[in-house]
């Protein structure tokens, strides 16, 4: 590990000192701090606003890569980091200096002069000030977590909002119905305004559905009002207006297609002349967003297993959605070659492991469970029972780094290797090298 090379570290300790970590489901304490600035959400460029349960991320880095491959510059907020806090706020397309988070703590501190406020609404709050004082073409906020008393949900006619699928996680703070948490994610939807809305469960659709049509806001429903999928190893997207054909988007995974399609239709929904075709597919095709299905091909794990003969790839999901879109597109791995999957697992304890597990069954992977720097993480014999629980062979081991040993050790020819469950563990894997970490 490198932590004492990690840029930042120092000043977020300084503010998780003295603010609580505990997210705040509500807005009134960031819009107060926000109103002391003179309400910088309201001087931004246009905002589009992101949200839902998986798949958020990744929008948000098409969306991203879409505005920069026409020309446009971008402010993007994203959470949580891999391994340094600045991969959460991009400035008119580049990472957050040293200096620039610097004299922003200091000036929040002193803005805020102690009154009660969260460790993530004050980053929050850092981003949009930042934001406002430099020019760009376009802002990209992703939700923290939920959407209608997230700290990001400032933003009175955002130019567009996405909600991308949602399904149960955070139950013990959204939950525990399905309909509660499409509630949550729903609350970014403002009068008047458009919104993009991927496929969902029935249950959450009729709850985004209702909200929309309340607010009066145009919603632009995949499978209904436009559809994207793909057709020849390629992007399809079907608008009210036109049928687009597109390289393949860049992430890896069946699912991509349709995160991918979400992006390009709020592109448009947007409306920017410079967004034409040619900066659509050349966005979807070098859209980057590291640990989500990341083929690894640098760092210590990476030659160890290049060393096997196997193949490496990191992913930060850790729900039962992530697990079935992990599954799919592990499935397509084994599906070229025929070679066995093996996981190497670790999550935080108030996660579904069972539910997570679940859609391997018919892969039936073998599955290294581990553990991660976190006192709430789970403990790998119990992820080994979650695992078999779901009809798959499990042992215990030490660390990350002998999964990966014992992945290449269990099979032959040599597996699939995927590092997965959560992206504190996977953040913990990128900093084991600089080459490995987001820029």
């Known amino acids: 590990m490198y932590d004492e090379i990690r840029a930042f570290d120092a000043m977020i300790a300084r503010l998780r000192e003295r603010f609580p970590s505990l997210i705040d489901l509500s807005t009134g304490r960031i819009e107060r701090l926000l109103a002391q600035f003179n309400r910088p959400q309201d001087r931004l460029p246009p905002v589009i606003h992101v949200a839902g349960t998986n798949g958020k991320g990744s929008t948000t880095a098409y ?48 803005v805020n002069a102690d009154q009660p406020i969260s460790f993530n609404e004050m980053l929050t709050a850092m981003a949009i000030v930042a934001f406002a004082d430099k020019p760009a073409d376009l802002t990209i906020i992703e939700v923290g977590l939920g959407g209608r008393f997230d700290s990001t949900n400032v933003f009175e006619a955002p130019a567009v909002s996405v909600i991308t699928p949602v ?37 959450a659709l009729e709850v985004i559905a209702r909200e929309a049509e309340a607010l009066e806001a145009p919603m632009l429903l995949m499978g209904r009002d436009f559809d994207a999928w793909e057709e020849r190893g ?52 070098s859209a980057v967003w590291p640990a989500r299905f990341q083929r690894l091909t640098a760092g210590p794990l990476a030659k160890l297993a290049a060393e096997g003969g196997a193949d490496l790839w990191l992913d930060g999901g850790h729900n039962p959605h992530a697990g079935r879109a992990l599954a799919e597109a592990a499935g397509r791995l084994v599906a070229r070659d025929g070679r066995r999957l093996a996981l190497v697992t670790a999550m935080y304890a108030r ?12 892969l039936k992977p073998k599955v290294f469970a ?30 990350v780094e002998e999964g990966v040993r014992q992945a290449l050790k269990s099979a032959e020819p040599p597996p699939h290797i995927l590092i997965c469950g959560g992206l504190h563990f996977a953040g913990e894997v990128l900093a084991m090298s600089p080459e490995t970490w987001p820029s």
């Open 63 to 110: 969306l991203r890569a879409i505005a920069e491959a026409a020309g446009l510059k971008a402010h993007v907020l994203t959470s949580p980091h891999l391994v340094r806090f600045a991969e959460r706020i991009r400035v008119a397309g580049e990472l957050i200096t040293e200096a620039e988070l610097t004299a922003l703590i200091d000036k929040m501190i002193a």
């Open 167 to 203: 399904d149960y996680d955070h139950l013990e703070m959204l939950g525990p119905e399905l309909s509660k948490i499409a509630w949550e994610k729903a609350g970014i939807i403002k009068r008047g305004r458009p919104v993009v809305v991927a496929r969902q469960l029935e249950e």
């Open 234 to 285: 390629r992007l399809m997207v079907q608008t009210p207006d036109q049928l687009l054909d597109l390289p393949a988007p860049s992430l890896f995974g069946g699912y991509q297609f349709a995160n991918a399609g979400a992006a390009v239709m709020a592109a448009i929904a947007w409306g920017h002349p410079a967004i034409d075709e040619a900066a659509l597919a050349k966005g979807v095709s």
């Open 351 to 362: 996660k579904d492991a069972l539910g997570f597990f679940q859609p391997f069954g018919e």
């Open 370 to 399: 581990t553990g991660f720097d976190s006192a709430n993480a789970a403990l790998p014999e119990d992820l080994a029972a979650a695992a078999r629980g779901a009809g798959l062979e499990a042992e215990i081991v030490a660390d």
